[in-house]
């Protein structure tokens, strides 16, 4: 895109360093945002993330922290009923499948953890409404595993980089764990989630005011700012 101009081979070093930077003062990635108030337990955090699928952060941040303010371990979300859960979740997006999948989420790990979610990815996968992205972020974040999230952010960006080529998220989480260094698997998801939302948008990216277009293949990108 950026016509004939030479670019510089990619540094997976100095564009964290720049996107950091880049990112800082726009609002924190959602499940990173609730760790820092607090909220930083792989059941909080694995709830949260059901909490957010498909639903804008501006609306599943508060939903969470509402039902968090209602119960927020195990045994107290497993002491409420369908409906008690739904209503305090009714913000979000397809909230009465979620309100079940949270509940049955807290009953398992009440009746077969004693009462913690472990840190163990095959037991989060188990549960019915967890997928690959939650359960990374929840054992990223919450437990310090090096797990890398992929969202449609992680997905765009790091295909318009040209640091991957992948067709989906699941593939380009397995790109990513051959490539990028494992000190960035976590960290990776809390810089491009707010990066993917306000530079490197979905239809039009702001490639002319983006910190690293002189290493970015801008792979796909037919049109930008
Ligand atoms: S905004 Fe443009 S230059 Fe920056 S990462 Fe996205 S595609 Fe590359």
Redesign the pocket.
């Known amino acids: 895109m950026e016509g004939e101009r030479a670019k510089r081979p990619f540094d997976i070093d100095v564009a964290f360093e720049r996107i950091r930077e880049a990112v800082q003062p726009h609002p924190k990635a959602a499940m990173f945002a609730l760790a820092d108030e607090g909220f930083r337990s792989p059941f909080e955090q694995l709830v949260a993330c059901i909490i957010s699928i498909r639903t804008y952060d501006e609306v599943s941040l508060p939903t969470a922290r509402r039902l968090f303010g209602r119960a927020r371990i195990p045994a107290e979300v497993a002491r409420l009923s369908p409906g008690e859960i739904d209503e305090l979740i009714e913000t979000c997006t397809f909230h009465e499948p979620k309100a079940r999948q949270i509940l049955a989420i807290a009953r398992r790990v009440v009746d077969k953890y004693g009462g913690a979610l472990p840190c163990d990815a095959e037991v989060m996968l188990s549960f019915a409404g967890v997928g690959p992205k939650c359960a990374n972020l929840a054992l990223g974040i919450a437990c310090g595993q090096p797990r890398i999230s992929v969202d449609v952010h992680v997905h765009r960006?790091t295909n318009?980089?040209g640091y991957v080529q992948a067709r989906t998220p699941e593939w380009t989480e397995a790109a990513l764990r051959a490539v990028l260094p494992e000190a960035y698997h976590v960290e990776i998801n809390r810089l491009l989630v707010p990066f993917g939302k306000h530079?490197?948008t979905g239809t039009v990216?702001?490639?002319s005011e983006?910190p690293?277009?002189d290493m970015?293949q801008?792979q796909g990108?037919r049109k930008?700012r």
């Open positions: 960006v318009r980089w530079v490197c990216p702001r490639c983006c690293i277009l970015c801008q990108v930008h």
